[in-house]
């Protein structure tokens, strides 16, 4: 059963998108697999609107532009509900963890800004939020940087306000665990005991090695254990738990549908991790929660900060977004609207109906990243 059931008609009118040059990070970031790189992730904007006048705003991939606004500007009006089961079923063959599934995600999420906007109502009011922030806690933590950079960082974090910092473990391609284990020892004394560690090793380790460093670990007090082993190896989790681990483990961001949640919940996860710029459904984030819930397991969400804030106000204070800072930082200093983070909590505008996260074009375009600007219209009949 879906959790948003809305009945409104929309039809597509115009879409504006801006195609971003590569965005260069400050310095390059790396995970324990040697992800993420020179550049955020940011390919482009886009402006959708519909017959009554909203416009929904999102940072959305050329691969989006290219495969759904042809779908989208078609002419045709159809309610919130059939959009979404159309779009939905045309990406089965390619299967529900595709790019072309989160596509239709992407659409799910642009059509809730615009029925809140004709509300309006900021999205997370519309969708029953009763409180205008979010728990929050900080993550980066390189590879790449050194020990020092790497307390440094940690203890930004704390000073900012907030009380669980996470970082990223695997060097040197997962060989290095002495490393590791220096680095979370040089954290653990900078920051005391109050404060929360976490590590993320991004499906670097075996079971087997996953669980020897888990055990090396176990002096630090680690709130979490994130992403040790293959997101898809169920069993691995079942396993790491049947040996004795004694951290939580943390995973989901690599998943796209509820249903993979709850294996991870029968395999014995312990917080499971969705991602808001990867869900096939946004309804999705909430029935995750809730399966958390009714587990007794615990629940975060990932992705881009600022637009996943509206969802983390549907969360409870100890179901906390991340604030992931390589990433976000940059791109945030692009935007406009943006939250306000107080004391390890993320505060959202309530001011401006629908989603009031908005890239400022003018930053983009005077720094050299706005490479062109294409207008997009529904064919003549």
């Given at each position: 059963m879906n959790v948003f059931d809305y009945k409104d008609k929309i039809r597509f009118t115009k879409a504006v998108f801006y195609n971003f040059r590569p965005i260069p990070l400050p310095r390059p970031f790396q995970d324990g697999t040697g992800g993420f790189g020179q550049n955020v992730p940011e390919q482009g904007y886009l402006e959708l609107s519909d017959d009554t006048g909203m416009t929904a705003h999102y940072t959305v991939t050329r691969a989006f532009v290219r495969e759904m606004l042809p779908k989208l500007l078609n002419g045709e009006s159809r309610s919130y509900n059939d959009w979404r089961e159309t779009l939905y079923w045309q990406a089965r063959n390619a299967g529900f963890q595709s790019g072309q599934a989160v596509n239709v995600g992407v659409v799910d999420l642009l059509m809730l800004d615009i029925l809140s906007q004709r509300a309006g109502k900021a999205l997370h009011r519309f969708l029953g939020a009763e409180k205008d922030w979010a728990a929050a806690y900080?993550?980066?933590?390189?590879?790449?940087?050194?020990?020092?950079?790497?307390?440094?960082?940690?203890?930004?974090?704390?000073?900012?306000?907030?009380?669980?910092?996470?970082?990223?473990?695997?060097?040197?391609?997962?060989?290095?665990?002495?490393?590791?284990?220096?680095?979370?020892?040089?954290?653990?004394?900078?920051?005391?005991?109050?404060?929360?560690?976490?590590?993320?090793?991004?499906?670097?380790?075996?079971?087997?090695?996953?669980?020897?460093?888990?055990?090396?670990?176990?002096?630090?007090?680690?709130?979490?254990?994130?992403?040790?082993?293959h997101s898809a190896d169920f069993n691995g989790i079942r396993r790491m738990k049947e040996l004795g681990v004694k951290q939580k483990l943390a995973a989901g961001e690599s998943m796209r549908i509820s249903y993979m949640y709850e294996i991870y919940l029968e395999k014995g996860l312990d917080i499971v991790q969705p991602s808001l710029g990867r869900m096939t459904r946004i309804d999705d984030l909430l029935k995750i929660r809730d399966m958390a819930r009714a587990a007794g397991k615990g629940f975060q969400s990932g992705g881009r900060t600022a637009y996943n804030a509206t969802f983390g106000c549907l969360y409870g204070a100890e179901e906390p977004i991340e604030f992931h800072a390589p990433i976000s930082e940059p791109v945030q200093a692009l935007m406009r609207n943006l939250p306000e983070f107080r004391d390890g909590r993320c505060f959202v505008r309530s001011d401006i109906p629908g989603i009031p996260i908005r890239m400022d074009l003018e930053k983009l375009e005077k720094l050299g990243y706005l490479e062109s600007r294409t207008i997009y219209l529904p064919p003549r009949a």
């Amino acid at each position: 059963m879906n959790v948003f059931d809305y009945k409104d008609k929309i039809r597509f009118t115009k879409a504006v998108f801006y195609n971003f040059r590569p965005i260069p990070l400050p310095r390059p970031f790396q995970d324990g697999t040697g992800g993420f790189g020179q550049n955020v992730p940011e390919q482009g904007y886009l402006e959708l609107s519909d017959d009554t006048g909203m416009t929904a705003h999102y940072t959305v991939t050329r691969a989006f532009v290219r495969e759904m606004l042809p779908k989208l500007l078609n002419g045709e009006s159809r309610s919130y509900n059939d959009w979404r089961e159309t779009l939905y079923w045309q990406a089965r063959n390619a299967g529900f963890q595709s790019g072309q599934a989160v596509n239709v995600g992407v659409v799910d999420l642009l059509m809730l800004d615009i029925l809140s906007q004709r509300a309006g109502k900021a999205l997370h009011r519309f969708l029953g939020a009763e409180k205008d922030w979010a728990a929050a806690y900080k993550g980066g933590g390189s590879i790449l940087l050194s020990d020092a950079e790497l307390v440094e960082e940690m203890c930004r974090y704390v000073s900012e306000g907030f009380m669980t910092v996470k970082f990223k473990v695997g060097s040197d391609k997962g060989r290095n665990m002495e490393r590791d284990l220096r680095r979370i020892e040089k954290v653990r004394e900078a920051v005391g005991e109050k404060i929360g560690i976490a590590v993320d090793a991004n499906q670097r380790w075996s079971v087997e090695d996953a669980v020897k460093f888990a055990r090396l670990a176990e002096p630090y007090r680690l709130v979490w254990f994130e992403e040790p082993i293959h997101s898809a190896d169920f069993n691995g989790i079942r396993r790491m738990k049947e040996l004795g681990v004694k951290q939580k483990l943390a995973a989901g961001e690599s998943m796209r549908i509820s249903y993979m949640y709850e294996i991870y919940l029968e395999k014995g996860l312990d917080i499971v991790q969705p991602s808001l710029g990867r869900m096939t459904r946004i309804d999705d984030l909430l029935k995750i929660r809730d399966m958390a819930r009714a587990a007794g397991k615990g629940f975060q969400s990932g992705g881009r900060t600022a637009y996943n804030a509206t969802f983390g106000c549907l969360y409870g204070a100890e179901e906390p977004i991340e604030f992931h800072a390589p990433i976000s930082e940059p791109v945030q200093a692009l935007m406009r609207n943006l939250p306000e983070f107080r004391d390890g909590r993320c505060f959202v505008r309530s001011d401006i109906p629908g989603i009031p996260i908005r890239m400022d074009l003018e930053k983009l375009e005077k720094l050299g990243y706005l490479e062109s600007r294409t207008i997009y219209l529904p064919p003549r009949a």
